[in-house]
């Protein structure tokens, strides 16, 4: 784990598994982009900040995932961070009740045992019709880009360094992934589209890389979600329930399914595909008796 410069006060962590900006607020002080996964690698995050002597005085957040919010509540319990995120990405990590309804496919004792460190208060709301928060003194421009996750957010630094969060993945990433996650896939490609028009000096990648020019890396993060659609319409056979479409995709992208955890992973991401198919009139689903069902 290490500390890059990328251009004047902004800078990020390598983690080995994602890129984690920050801002340097003064020679002590500075505003993380995403807080990274708790435990271990929050662990490290710390220590890397502590052997540097940043105190982390703000975090602003892309979105409400675990691996970008896992450390909110820990640097803010150990230094008080002003925390900013979108109002519903707030909202889902304002409770354990909250975090069960994105959670739905899990237990309530399965979600506190696995998300309960998401759990963070946020102080400062983004609102759909912001194009700015400041923190700390420190105005920082922001960018709609749902899809991803219901309110997910780009963030540009004072520097014009664009922080792209997991609105779209790497290269490396797309070479490694069998089936990538999307809340919405039919919103997220819409924002990966409106990327287009968002110009930066250097973007940075959570997962992970840094950019100078990102027209052909949307490009083919587009046709790359659309391929995994594509090959799950494929798959679909008229009269198969979702749980049919299920079991056919973890068999034909070969996925490992070793624990409760990742079946409930899968199963929200084959839902996000089936939805968007249903949304391209592709398929139609019906009730055939008590089943419903899914035809071309």
Known sequence: MKINNIRGNTYYIDTGRTYIPFYKVNENEVILMDSGLANRE???IDKILE?????VV?????HAHSDHVGNNDYFKRKYNSIIAMPSYEALICSSLINLKSYYSNLTFEETKESYSNMICHTDILISEEDSEVEICGIR???YHTPGHSAEHVCIITPDDVAYLGDC???YELM???KLPYAYILSEDLKSKEKLYSLKSSIYIIAHKGTYEDISELIEANIDFYKSKANKIYEIIEDNMSQEDILEAVIREFNITINNRYKYALIERLTKSYIEYLSEQKLISPILKGNRLVFIH
Do not use: D, Q, Y
């Open 168 to 170: 779209l993945i790497s």
């Open 58 to 62: 703000g975090i602003i957040c892309t």
């Open 140 to 142: 920082f421009n922001i």
């Open 42 to 44: 929050g662990r490290n």
């Open 51 to 55: 052997e540097s002597h940043f105190k």
């Open 175 to 177: 070479r490694a992934s």
